[in-house]
DNA sequence: TGTGACATGTAAGCAGTTACATGATTTG
DNA sequence: CAAATCATGTAACTGCTTACATGTCACA
């Protein structure tokens, strides 16, 4: 459902093609939200089934074909209803989690070796996501308009989920080391 | 693969039926996994079909019968292989940055309404988590049996998640309402 | 000559959710 | 008498991943 109504957006701010949302996405996966091509063309085409979004063919020189979808009235509607209603929570599932808890069975020294590899890709995340802030929101954040400033919320999250993370393997690889 | 994992450590510790082993996940459902008993029924079965695990059929008295798995040598075999293999980091995919992110098309009054819904979920989340470790993990933890420990680190990590988006979500809403 | 960008899809499968289904015993 | 607990499952569906598949053009 999420992830229908954030191409509805994408669409609604810039009628867009498939390969275009993808590109979307890849752009702001990092902190946020992931999807492949596969998963954006067959949610366009149940979003156009549904009437929700509809697309013109568009003929290209020295290009493929592509399709421009844009959203529609009972888009709009989809959007705003969806929007008002309340989301749970989510789930977790992790599975460092999962050899945490059978850190026992697995070996501890093996689930020491398992945590500093996570540490290594987290700390690379972090670093990512800090790259970004810096090249693209040196400003205060109160300065910004509000498109920036919620796009800079979203980036927020993944910096202060990444530095929690940190934290947490920090003082758990402690604790096993003895 | 890390729930086949994770049923194939907890009948490793105990022989189990699904039914108990269903109770075991809602046990620690709230810091780092959740299984519904179709879930576990269904993989149970997957793994008994791939020599993973064997189970004896009990009869009982005034209850139904039930099946008591059991992990086998391959079963041991493959856990071990799963565990020494490195884990992706999950990704997110989280409905409320989605709303954050289509901010402006859903109206920001709406999202700081969404913000306020979602803060008062994870606090009672939080709050769930702290009185665990009131109840159950009132002792240092460098004291804790090894076992004890490393679900004592599942625990922890959900308090640090809990708080990490609770300050983020203040934040947030600062900002939002100007 | 090969790799990367542009552009669109199918097919198979894994993981998880929701709903449906049964039936005995124990506890309030 | 009703609800909770014990105990097991099927069926349909949603969401997502991985692998396969096609074809052009630009650039090094």
Redesign the interface.
């Known amino acids: 459902?999420?992830?229908r109504?954030?191409i509805l957006?994408i669409v609604?701010?810039k009628p867009s093609t498939g390969y275009a949302i993808t590109k979307e996405f890849d752009a702001?996966a990092g902190f946020?939200?992931?999807a492949s091509h596969q998963q954006v063309y067959r949610e366009l085409a149940a979003l156009a089934d549904e009437g929700l979004v509809r697309f013109k063919d568009v003929a290209q020189e020295g290009r493929p074909d592509k399709k421009v979808h844009a959203i529609t009235v009972a888009g709009r509607r989809a959007?705003?209803e969806w929007?008002?209603q309340?989301?749970?929570?989510?789930?977790?599932?992790?599975?460092?989690?999962?050899?945490?808890?059978?850190?026992?069975?697995?070996?501890?020294d093996?689930l020491i070796e398992?945590l500093s590899?996570?540490r290594a890709?987290?700390l690379d995340?972090l670093a990512m996501l800090e790259a970004i802030q810096r090249e693209h929101y040196p400003e205060a954040?109160?300065d910004m308009p509000?498109?920036k400033?919620?796009?800079y919320?979203?980036l927020?999250?993944g910096l202060?989920?990444e530095?929690?993370?940190l934290?947490?393997a920090e003082?758990?690889e402690a604790?096993?080391r003895?």
Not at 95 to 103: D, E, N
């Open positions: 459902m999420s992830l109504m954030l957006a609604e701010a702001v946020f939200w992931r959007f705003a929007y008002a309340p989301q749970d929570i989510p789930r977790l599932n992790d599975p460092l989690m999962v050899k945490v808890f059978t850190g026992e069975l697995g070996g501890v093996n398992q590899a996570a890709q987290h995340k954040p109160a509000r498109w400033q919620l796009v919320l979203t927020c999250w202060a989920r530095r929690a993370w934290q947490w003082q758990s604790l096993l003895g």
